[in-house]
């Protein structure tokens, strides 16, 4: 069946450093979205993408969508302690009415 | 203040108890749905309702029954679940179904005994 795949699952780093989750989907994605749940909290979401090879950005968050509409990933610059959760992203499945979301990366940063 | 609230919070109960999880939208959304969360799993889809109408149900067992007697409301009746189904279970909401973003609920963390 479809799948949503995420890498890496646990991601240690530094304050300051950079960061970045990747997404892969087993079939084609008319769109992709993102989510962040921070520890305790419940999934929020980030942002869509639907055009292929589109990239958007959230001040120091760049998430791009692949050209052949099969993955995409998150980019943050100089992580801060305030970007610590489990990132997540979805794309659509196979009904109309489903969203697949992926296993997530979890982040943490070392102040 | 996400505009989705669920009740209650926190919930422990014994496998022969009969409650209900129960989740109320304020952003006028006319799609619902209910997630469970398990420890290092993914998000599972449960159910999906669409203006009413349940139009998704991810192959989950009879003792999980939903209910969304209006557009804002949706509740989850549990029966005789067993150790496995402790997890957070998260509603969310969406403008319709499919392709739009989702505003979740805090979430109900269920402990079963």
């Known amino acids: 069946g479809q799948q949503v795949m995420q890498i890496p699952q646990y991601q240690h780093v530094q304050e300051g450093e950079d960061f970045t989750t990747y997404c892969n989907s087993s079939?084609?994605?008319?769109?992709i979205q993102w989510y962040k749940q921070r520890p305790g909290g419940h999934p929020v979401f980030l942002i869509q993408?639907?055009?292929?090879?589109e990239v958007k950005k959230q001040k120091r968050l760049t998430f791009q969508f692949g050209e052949a509409k099969k993955n995409s990933s998150l980019h943050i610059t100089a992580t801060q302690t305030t970007d610590v959760g489990t990132y997540f992203c979805?794309?659509?499945?196979?009904?109309?009415?489903?969203?697949?979301f992926g296993p997530g990366t979890s982040l943490s940063v070392i102040p | 203040e996400t505009g989705v609230t669920q009740t209650p919070r926190h919930l422990v109960m014994g496998m022969t108890n009969k409650k209900s999880l129960k989740c109320e939208q304020h952003?006028?959304?006319?799609?619902m749905y209910w997630y469970k969360q398990s420890a290092k799993k993914p998000l599972e889809l449960m159910f999906v309702?669409?203006?009413?109408?349940?139009?998704e149900n991810n192959s989950v067992p009879s003792r999980f029954s939903p209910e969304c007697p209006n557009s804002s409301h949706l509740f989850l009746h549990l029966h005789t679940l067993q150790p496995e189904d402790s997890a957070l279970y998260l509603c969310?909401?969406?403008?319709?179904?499919?392709?739009?973003?989702?505003?979740f609920g805090d979430g109900t963390r269920l402990s079963i005994l």
């Open positions: 309702y669409n203006f009413k109408e349940q139009t």
């Open positions: 979805a794309g659509p499945g196979t009904s109309y009415d489903k969203v697949i």
């Open positions: 969310a909401s969406s403008q319709v179904s499919g392709n739009q973003p989702q505003h």
């Open positions: 952003l006028g959304h006319n799609a």
């Open positions: 079939t084609t994605l008319s769109n």
């Open positions: 993408l639907v055009k292929s090879g």
